[in-house]
Structure formats: C-alpha cells, structure tokens
C-alpha cells in the first residue's frame, strides 16, 4: 500500500520564512522613504491624519506661490508706470517750455511733435504692458491678448454738421451733414378791404362784399391745401366777401393773426415765387426760396436665416451657397464687408458665385445684421435685389433674408460732402476749415481731443480750388503737424451754400489712438 509522507516541518519552515520576507520588506520600505506609514497597512488612522496634514502643506506652498507671481505682476506694472511717469514729466516740461513767449508757432511746433510723440509711446506701453499674455494698464484686464490690427477706425456723429470717416481712404454719409433742404414759402401779411375791393394770392381771389379786416382776409386763405377751389373753402371762414379761382402751388396754414403764411406744394424745390395782386393796399409778403438740401445714400438692413447643406441666398448677384449648415450669424458673416463688384467673401463653410454689383457691405453687428450700401451715393437707387424663398437646380431652396430700408435711408438727390483723395487722419481730433470765398480760406484749425488746437492754415497747406478743399500732408509735416497718413485729403461740397463744415472722428485700437469722446 503506498504512503504519502509530508515534511510538516519544512512546511512551517517556508511559512516563517515568507513572513520574515514580508516583514524585511516593510522595514526597507520604511528605511527607503524615511517614513513610518507609506501605506494603510502600516497604520490606517495615521495615514489618514498624515493625507490631511499633507493637504495643507501643499495648499500653503502654492498659496506662497501665487503670492510670487501676484508680486512679479506688480512689479511689471510699477516698471512700466515709472517710465510713464518719466515720460508725463517730460511732456510737462515741453508745456511749461511752449507757453514762453520767446517762441514763436514754429518753434512751438517742434515741441509738439515731440510731446506727440511722447504721448503715441505712453498708449504704446499701456497697450503692449503684458504679464503671462494679459494686459495690465489698458483698462481690459483679464482678457487674453490675441492678434489684433495695428488700427481699427470707427467713427460717429457728434453733431449735425459732423462727417462719417472710415479707415483707408475716408468716405462720407450724407445723412450725417446739415441738411439745409427748404421748401419755399411766403409770409403774406393782409390789409383791410373795401367794398368792391379784391386780393388774389395763388391763383383764389377775395372780393369784399362789404368792409373786411385783414384778419378776416387771412382768415378766408387759411387751412387751405394745394388746388382747393373756391367752392371748397368752409363758408364759416369767409365774411363779408366772395372767393373764385383755385389755391394752386401752394397751401396755407392756420392763422388768428392778419399774417399767413403759403407754402409751395412742390417739396424742397426753387419755384416761381408766389404770385399776388390786389385792387386796395399792397400786401406785405416775404418770400422764402426753396432748397434741394442734402441727398441720402440708400442702405438696407439685411437680417439673414439659417442655411442647410446646399442652400442659396443671392444677394445683390452675389449668391452664397453653404457647404455645410451655417447658422443665421454665419451667413451674415459670410456677406460681411464685401466691396462692390468682388466675387467673394470671406466665409469657409461655403462657396460664392456671381459678382455683388450697386452696393457695398458694412460688418456684422450685435444683431448679426448687416447693412449694404448702395455705390450711387446722394442719389435714388434701385431696391437692393435678393433670392426669394423659391426652388432652384437640384431641388434646393433659395432662401431669403429679411430686407429692412428705413425711410431715412432711401436714396435721394441732393447735395453732400465727398471726402476723398490717398490719404486718411492718422490722429483723432476735430477739423474746422471756413473759406473765405471761392478760392480762399480763413481758418482751417485741428483741434485734439485733448483740446490742443492745431492751425492747418500755414505754409499754404488747406487749399480750395474748383471747389475742391484740399489739406495737403508734405506741407503741414514740414510745419511739424503730423495728423495725415497716406497722403492729401479733399474735400468736396456738392450743391450747397458756402458754411462752416466740421469733421468729426476718432481711432481706436493704434498707437494714435485718443480718448473716445462722450
């Protein structure tokens, strides 16, 4: 019979042997990190208390550390204030040294350009002051600096007479100049009738059936509209009198009082002034010639839909079609800032066709609209086209967006203010240029929105001829006044009487740049 013998004492012999390894292990743990607890194990309540202490330590390091870095910011900032300070000392200097009468306006001058100069490198360092890719003296704090353009110019009016500028080659809205459109009037101002006596005015003749007021004359023509017959005047607003003919060119308003004014039905247009006569004492009338006044731009307000994968919208000839599903900002932004006649934008979730003719786009705004402008400027334009919600080749839609032109925005004739020539305002300010006649200029000043004011009106640099102002950049930058880039800029006024004309305008974003005013 076979036996199986076990060697028990090698058995506990490998037991004690096992754990004597496991125990040596632990002990070289302990003696290779130094620590007493490396595991639960080793103490489960002190590995616990020692996490928790291990916790704040931690914390506390890192606090000492952003402690660090809060003090490194600090550090930046007071460097870079220490040379604006330097530099505002300085430019204290220059105005303590401008203000001495020994100097004459040249002189002057070259104070200036380096006090401008001095001023374009405080914006410098406020703008370009950054720690860790923020900026910390230029107001925005907390927003990454990314890639932006060197200029950004915007512009706004201030006042009715102020001029639109945009960046590059400067260009105007007409809406934003005065308008000194009129339609023309008359102040007719009526004497006392007789019997048998008579007044026509606009064609309606008064005859007095018995003694009549002036009051009473005027108040017969009163309230009337253009080609009322005399049957057609209310019989309670005539007394003691008869009236035949017709009111015609002309309407009238009310009146309590023996002056009454007519005013031509023709809108703001010169036409033949008013014509009168009377058998008793002559009237007493002033009259008032009409104005064309200022034309109108025509802009539209497109607001545009979402597009599926395939969707067209034309606008203008241009017809955008998605690639991909574009949301309604998108497609704004796809028909943003187009010139006319280009053939493309600047979207990458789709492709463009056609050519964007008679007008131009503006950029999105807050509402995801965008405003086109027509390229016939002061005059009546043909309604901007777009594709109507229709089927096209492959059974696809044409979309259409939502065409908004505001009364105030229709084209019409009229007079404006073109700004034109190479260059542009490299300085943020407000231009006064008054002429003298035809040919000739009294003032022409730049005032900065600091309130320095620049006289433009040396070395012959604002000129006029045929019209046309003309501020010429060589000449003012040899008197030290350096408010032009590019080149000359001009002025020209369009079927206007002779006024004083200011320019209003500012840049953001570039080292020019000054205080956006209120």
Same mark, same amino acid.
Do not use: H
């Given at each position: ?205 008064? $005859?007095? &059936? !018995?003694?009549? =007021? *002036?009051?009473?004359?005027? /108040? @017969?023509?009163?309230?009337?509209? %253009?080609? +009322? ?16 003919? $017709?009111? &015609? !060119?002309?309407? =009238? *308003?009310?009146?309590?009082? /023996? @002056?009454?004014?007519?005013?031509? %039905?023709? +809108? ?251």
């Amino acid at each position: 019979m076979a036996v199986i013998n076990t060697n028990v004492k090698a058995l506990f012999s490998q037991a004690a042997l096992k754990l004597t390894e496991r125990n040596q292990q632990v002990s070289m743990q302990q003696l290779s990190t130094g620590k007493r607890i490396n595991s639960s194990r080793d103490d489960a309540a002190g590995m616990a208390i020692a996490t928790r202490m291990t916790q704040q330590v931690r914390s506390l390091n890192q606090a000492v550390r952003n402690a660090g870095d809060a003090i490194t910011l600090i550090q930046t900032a007071e460097g870079a204030t220490n040379e604006i300070t330097d530099m505002m000392q300085r430019m204290r200097e220059l105005a303590i040294q401008a203000s001495n009468d020994t100097n004459n306006n040249e002189q002057r001058s070259y104070l200036d350009l380096e006090f401008q100069q001095l001023k374009k490198q405080v914006v410098q360092i406020a703008d370009n002051t950054e720690w860790n890719g923020f900026p910390v003296l230029n107001g925005s704090t907390g927003e990454r600096v990314g890639i932006k353009p060197v200029y950004k110019t915007t512009s706004e009016p201030t006042v009715a007479e102020d001029i639109v500028v945009t960046a590059g080659i400067p260009t105007t809205s007409s809406t934003t100049v005065l308008d000194n459109k009129l339609n023309e009037s008359a102040a007719v101002t009526f004497q006392p009738l007789t019997l048998g006596q008579s007044v026509t005015v606009g064609g309606l003749t008064l $005859t007095a &059936t !018995g003694a009549v =007021t *002036a009051i009473e004359a005027a /108040a @017969a023509f009163k309230s009337l509209a %253009a080609g +009322t017959a005399a049957a057609s005047v209310p019989a309670g607003q005539i007394t003691n009198a008869t009236m035949s003919g $017709t009111l &015609t !060119g002309f309407s =009238t *308003a009310a009146t309590t009082t /023996a @002056a009454l004014t007519f005013t031509s %039905a023709s +809108t703001y247009t010169n036409v033949t002034d008013l014509v009168y006569t009377t058998t008793g004492t002559a009237l007493s009338v002033t009259n008032t010639d009409g104005r064309t006044g200022l034309g109108v731009t025509e802009s539209s307000v497109l607001t545009f839909p979402a597009m599926s994968k395939g969707q067209t919208i034309t606008v203008a000839g241009l017809t955008y079609t998605a690639t991909v599903a574009n949301s309604g900002a998108e497609v704004a932004e796809a028909f943003a800032n187009i010139a006319a006649s280009a053939t493309t934008g600047s979207s990458t979730k789709g492709t463009y066709s056609g050519t964007l003719t008679a007008f131009s786009s503006g950029p999105k705004n807050a509402s995801s609209d965008v405003t086109f402008t027509s390229t016939t400027r002061f005059a009546t334009a043909t309604d901007i086209a777009v594709s109507s919600n229709t089927t096209v080749s492959g059974g696809q839609i044409a979309l259409s967006p939502t065409v908004s032109t505001p009364a105030a925005k229709q084209g019409a004739a009229g007079g404006g203010i073109y700004l034109g020539g190479a260059g542009a305002f490299a300085k943020s300010g407000s231009l006064s240029v008054v002429a003298g006649g035809a040919t000739s200029v009294t003032s022409a000043t730049f005032t900065l929105d600091d309130g320095q004011i620049l006289d433009l009106n040396v070395n012959s640099a604002v000129t006029i001829t045929g019209g046309i102002v003309t501020i010429n950049k060589t000449l003012l930058e040899r008197a030290g006044i350096n408010i032009l880039s590019g080149g000359d800029v001009t002025l020209t006024q369009k079927n206007l009487c002779r006024r004083r004309r200011r320019l209003r305008l500012w840049r953001r974003g570039g080292p020019d740049s000054g205080p956006r005013p209120a």
